[in-house]
Nanobody, 121 residues
Framework: QVQLVESGGGLVQAGGSLRLSCVAS????????MGWYRQAPGKQRELVAA???????NYADSVKGRFTISRDNAKNTVYLQMNSLKPEDTAVYYC???????????????WGQGTQVTVSS
């Protein structure tokens, strides 16, 4: 079975930084289009940053220059470094993988449990 387990959320002051981690567990052969989404109260879930299936990256305009997505393939881990945080970044952040291929299954649309990020003014 595959799990996406997030960590690193918390409470920070505006201008501070957080580093989110998402570990994909299981006998994983490949993962594609892995990234981060967020959902603030009363708003739709939106893409924050992601690796595309073609190997590039996508960022929401609101986080460009402040957030950086990275990965450690050996650890099946994706990170989101968030700098210069603003109160409007407050949301639940979700790890997502479009497709995960394991030794026994191909899984589409995998989500982590979400981790709360709160930025105080």
């Amino acid at each position: 079975q595959v799990q996406l387990v997030e960590s690193g959320g918390g409470l920070v002051q505006a201008g501070g930084s957080l580093r989110l981690s998402c570990v994909a567990s299981g006998s994983i052969f490949s993962i594609n289009a892995m990234g981060w989404y967020r959902q603030a109260p009363g708003k739709q879930r939106e893409l924050v940053a992601a690796f595309t299936s073609g190997g590039g990256t996508n960022y929401a305009d609101s986080v460009k220059g402040r957030f950086t997505i990275s990965r450690d393939n050996a650890k099946n881990t994706v990170y989101l470094q968030m700098n210069s945080l603003k109160p409007e970044d407050t949301a639940v952040y979700y790890c997502h993988a479009d497709r995960i291929v394991t030794m026994s299954a191909t899984i589409y649309g995998s989500w982590g449990q979400g981790t709360q990020v709160t930025v105080s003014s």
